[in-house]
């Protein structure tokens, strides 16, 4: 792909989502208590987490630490990225970006079984291998239960995914500094790297795979997104503005603009999951596919092996229960914690076999 293609596929993108942004700010209604991006942007929290395991304390196993960058809430951003074969060689290599959890940070990549399978993965290229990329989150307000209300994580709720601002009826909706950060991240790696442009893929955990759900939507340079265990990133557990994702302009401030909205999704998630999140997913499949987009929905059992339907007993609210004090909730929660490995292979696949078309 030559730069001048790259160069007109991103001006075009760019062009699609600021149009889409501001329609999608023209139909908010003034007397609404929510935004045309659904939320407001969370609020910083402080404190919360101990300096050990937090932006300079991340170890990054092996890997390189990147930041900081400050972002435009002032906060300093960092990553952690693995690159074990793009050095020793002139050839491209493909992208995985993953986005950790919430009350979780960078490092829990380790527990994903991704770093070793980077060396020697083939996502599709003449060569095994990819370059790895994990953004670390920040400490803010969640619209999930206690614990899990605020904390390390990041925010799918306000979904201002424009680069930069939009402006609307005299207000300023500043681009959702999450999403920033990702940008900022993937920036840098295809700087200092070769990287496969075609071949950038999502992945994440819980919190982490909304986030990389939502991004994968809104960002058409993104090849793929295959995520573990994500709540509906737009309509969850406690969220105060949900809304429906639409390819157009949207008609109230209930829904929101896609502009990639057929990007193709595969989603893991356990039959009995912490607060109803097997039901929630249901709901975001529905969603997903009113969009003309074929989803690969994956329910696995406790042994990792997939099964047809949701478990009753952990949750059958499609807006996810929340409540983490129940017997079932308390077994999803076990599974939650889990990263399903075995399915790390049928994942990348999926990646390998969904590149962006060539010239795109």
């Not at 209604?29 to 937090?54: H, K, M, R």
Request: charged residues 15%.
């Amino acid at each position: 792909m030559t730069s001048s293609s790259s160069a007109t596929r991103q001006a075009t993108s760019l062009l699609i989502l600021v149009l889409l942004s501001i329609a999608s700010a023209l139909a908010f209604a003034a007397d609404s208590t929510c935004g045309p991006f659904g939320d407001a942007p969370a609020q910083i929290q402080t404190g919360l987490w101990p300096s050990l395991v937090v932006n300079h304390g991340l170890r990054c196993f092996g890997g390189e630490k990147l930041g900081p960058w400050l972002d435009s809430d002032g906060t300093q951003r960092y990553a952690c990225l693995y690159d074990y074969v793009s050095s020793q060689s002139n050839d491209a290599y493909p992208l995985v970006v993953f986005v950790h959890g919430s009350l979780a940070n960078a490092d829990s990549t380790i527990a994903t079984g991704l770093i070793p399978k980077s060396k020697s993965t083939n996502l599709g290229t003449s060569h095994p291998g990819f370059v790895l990329l994990a953004p670390e989150g920040r400490e803010t307000t969640h619209y999930y239960t206690a614990p899990d209300d605020r904390g390390m994580g990041w925010d799918n709720w306000y979904r201002q995914f424009s680069r930069g601002d939009v402006i609307a009826n005299g207000t300023t909706y500043k681009e959702n500094v999450d999403a920033a950060a990702i940008d900022h991240f993937i920036q840098q790696v295809e700087a200092s790297r070769k990287i496969d442009r075609n071949r950038i893929y999502m992945t994440g955990w819980s919190n982490g795979a909304a986030m990389a759900l939502l991004y994968a939507l809104n960002r058409r340079n993104i090849a793929a997104a295959a995520v573990y265990s994500a709540p509906d990133p737009f309509s969850a557990f406690d969220d105060a503005c949900p809304q429906t994702p639409v390819a157009g302009a949207p008609a109230s401030t209930k829904e929101i603009s896609l502009t990639n909205p057929k990007v193709p999704i595969m989603h893991v998630r356990n039959s009995c999951d912490i607060g109803g999140i097997c039901p929630n997913g249901l709901k975001f499949v529905s969603q997903i596919k009113a969009l003309g987009n074929q989803i690969d929905d994956i329910i696995v059992n406790p042994e990792g092996i997939r099964v047809q339907q949701c478990d009753p007993l952990c949750g059958t609210n499609p807006d996810g229960g929340g409540d983490i004090s129940t017997s079932g909730s308390m077994l999803g929660f076990k599974h939650h914690l889990a990263w399903p490995r075995t399915w790390n292979d049928r994942m990348f696949d999926f990646m390998k076999n969904h590149p962006l078309p060539a010239g795109q």
